[in-house]
């Protein structure tokens, strides 16, 4: 029998009217990449997950401190290929759940600068790097430290204890949690946190209500994803595409080019430009954006196929990014049989072709005279009849374009179709 899938439902517990305006940008900015860089890719493993799920014991994870060296970081290429793929944002993990820090944290010793060969603070040139290129600047912080000796599922031995037990241990840890999260905001002020891991306790237990506060008075403009029991401002979909529009009224999908965050060689189960690309539509014609993750080796190398994807992405974007930046999500699916997007003032629809077309493609159901339609990237006009329209009947017709094979993009083609007021 079939069987169809959609996507959880999650309740926005901000009212979208409040933060619409500090919202735009994230709106007009379809794509961010993600980036998981820690310890984990000294061995290329499970970042965090591995000694959580006992895969290697954890005086062996954090053994990899000793092989973070950084050596070939360069955090203005690195803020210079984001630019390149078109990404508006991007968002790093300054702490994953196994509580290494990547700045200098007065508050733990467990940081980059403090205990790996790198000997500094990685994130303040990059934050640097990503505002010289005008990027957002985005902040991953695990809210989960499996590190902590009063994080209550710490994982070091079996010093687990319950919050309504030991509430004294909860609040040091609710202080040190704060204290790093003070720090990260003052030292970089994101222009986006990234909350990750609130699945281990309450709003209430993580003071969710009294950090969001924290956050927006220090930086009214910062956005919050939701991933904080609900007080944030958009959601985060993960891996799999959501089949309807999430719940939120601003969302982002994070994706993985492989299938893993952080570096893992054996990993070689790459997505293609064309499935990224499609995917990327697709998030933006459901008005959302794509976060898409990288993960850079231990040195500070991007592995090369994750830079091919950006450049690859990127020099789509050079061609057809009219149809994508600035663009509200498009006219519902019924009407064509791919993704759409259109103009702010909806006098111009774009429409992507998912695949590559032998004949006319379809739209039904639209009222307004057309214009003119184009191929954006290559600017060649295309020609397109109403067939089934009734010169009595208010009922349009159907408009067939035809698109030539040798107009079509190498991955996915996008026409630009001017309506008449
Ligand atoms: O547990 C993490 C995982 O390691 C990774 O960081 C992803 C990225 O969205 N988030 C968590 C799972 O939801």
């Known amino acids: 029998a079939m069987q169809l899938m959609s996507t959880a439902e999650a309740q926005q517990k901000t009212n979208p009217e409040d933060i619409k305006e500090k919202m735009q940008w994230f709106a007009d900015a379809k794509l961010g990449i993600f980036i998981h860089w820690g310890i984990y890719s000294v061995n290329g493993?499970?970042?965090?997950?591995?000694?959580?799920?006992?895969?290697?014991?954890?005086?062996?994870?954090?053994?990899?401190?000793?092989?973070?060296?950084?050596?070939?970081y360069n955090p203005q290429a690195w803020a210079d290929l984001i630019k390149e793929s078109g990404a508006r944002y991007a968002v790093m993990t300054?702490?994953?759940?196994?509580?290494?820090?990547?700045?200098?944290?007065?508050?733990?010793?467990?940081?980059?600068?403090?205990?790996?060969?790198?000997?500094?603070?990685?994130?303040?040139?990059?934050?640097?790097?990503?505002r010289r290129d005008s990027i957002k600047c985005g902040a991953y912080f695990s809210l989960i430290?499996?590190?902590?000796?009063?994080?209550?599922?710490?994982?070091?031995?079996?010093?687990?204890?319950?919050?309504?037990?030991?509430?004294e241990k909860w609040q040091r840890f609710l202080k040190f949690y704060e204290g790093q999260m003070e720090e990260v905001m003052t030292k970089f002020n994101p222009d986006l946190w990234w909350f990750d891991g609130d699945w281990e306790h309450s709003a209430e237990e993580w003071e969710a209500p009294k950090m969001r506060k924290m956050l927006t008075t220090h930086n009214?403009?910062?956005?919050?994803?939701?991933?904080?029991?609900?007080?944030?401002?958009y959601e985060t979909p993960e891996q799999?595409?959501?089949?309807?529009?999430?719940?939120?009224?601003?969302?982002?999908?994070?994706?993985?080019?492989?299938?893993?965050?952080g570096w893992q060689p054996q990993d070689t189960n790459w997505k293609t430009p064309f499935e990224i690309i499609t995917i990327f539509v697709d998030a933006v014609a459901n008005g959302g954006n794509l976060l898409l993750d990288i993960g850079p080796k231990a040195d500070g190398t991007i592995p090369e196929e994750e830079v091919h994807m950006l450049k690859e992405l990127g020099a789509w974007n050079q061609r057809n990014g009219e149809g994508i930046f600035n663009t509200i999500g498009g006219i519902p699916q019924g009407h064509f049989y791919g993704p759409t997007t259109m103009s702010k003032d909806s006098s111009t629809l774009y429409l992507f072709?998912?695949?590559?077309?032998?004949?006319?493609?379809?739209?039904?159901g639209l009222s307004n005279k057309i214009e003119s339609i184009t191929v954006l990237g290559n600017g060649s006009q295309l020609t397109h009849k109403v067939v089934g329209k009734i010169s009595w009947s208010p009922v349009p017709g159907l408009v067939y374009i035809d698109v030539p094979e040798n107009v079509q993009d190498k991955y996915v083609t996008v026409l630009k179709v001017k309506l008449d007021k």
């Open 145 to 167: 430290d499996w590190s902590h000796n009063d994080y209550p599922q710490f994982l070091k031995d079996s010093n687990r204890y319950d919050i309504k037990v030991h509430p």
């Open 240 to 261: 799999n595409f959501p089949v309807s529009r999430p719940k939120y009224h601003w969302w982002e999908l994070c994706m993985t080019i492989n299938n893993n965050w």
């Open 220 to 233: 009214p403009n910062t956005i919050i994803n939701g991933r904080l029991q609900g007080y944030g401002d």
């Open 45 to 72: 493993i499970d970042e965090s997950w591995s000694f959580h799920n006992k895969k290697i014991a954890y005086p062996d994870y954090m053994q990899q401190l000793k092989g973070f060296t950084a050596n070939n």
């Open 94 to 130: 300054t702490k994953h759940h196994d509580g290494v820090a990547l700045w200098d944290s007065k508050y733990s010793k467990l940081d980059v600068a403090n205990s790996t060969p790198a000997k500094r603070d990685v994130l303040t040139p990059f934050y640097a790097a990503l």
């Open 353 to 364: 072709l998912p695949a590559r077309t032998s004949g006319p493609v379809m739209v039904k």
